[in-house]
């Protein structure tokens, strides 16, 4: 069983820059397509950026030029660069095999605020 560790978040202000980071457990990881996902108080979880285990990457319409998806297999990690960031950027962020909607990590703050 994969399972998946956070890190990363914090508190920015608006236009700055956060990078994230999820490692993974498990020798199997670099078969799995991977998404991050996004909470905000109040709303349903959303997909944010999906990676393929090749390496298509995709994106919600919000964050289409501001974040960018990537993995290093070889350290069973996957990153979301976020740029340009917004208050509505607000909320917990996870990482998860892409489809799968159950084994959620803890997650980590993100917080965009003056």
């Known amino acids: 069983q994969v399972q998946f560790v956070e890190s990363g978040g914090g508190l920015v202000q608006p236009g700055g820059s956060l990078r994230l980071s999820c490692a993974a457990s498990?020798?199997?990881?670099?078969?799995?397509?991977m998404g991050w996902y996004r909470q905000a108080p109040g709303k349903q979880r959303e997909l944010v950026a999906s990676?393929?285990?090749?390496?298509?990457?995709n994106y919600t319409d919000s964050v289409k030029g501001r974040f960018t998806i990537s993995r290093d297999n070889a350290k069973n990690t996957v990153y979301l660069q976020m740029n340009s960031l917004k208050p509505e950027d607000t909320a917990v962020y996870y990482c998860?095999?892409?489809?799968?909607?159950?084994?959620w990590g803890q997650g980590t703050q993100v917080t965009v605020s003056s």
């Open positions: 998860n095999i892409y489809g799968r909607g159950s084994d």
């Open positions: 498990g020798s199997i990881f670099r078969f799995y397509a």
């Open positions: 990676i393929s285990s090749r390496g298509n990457t």
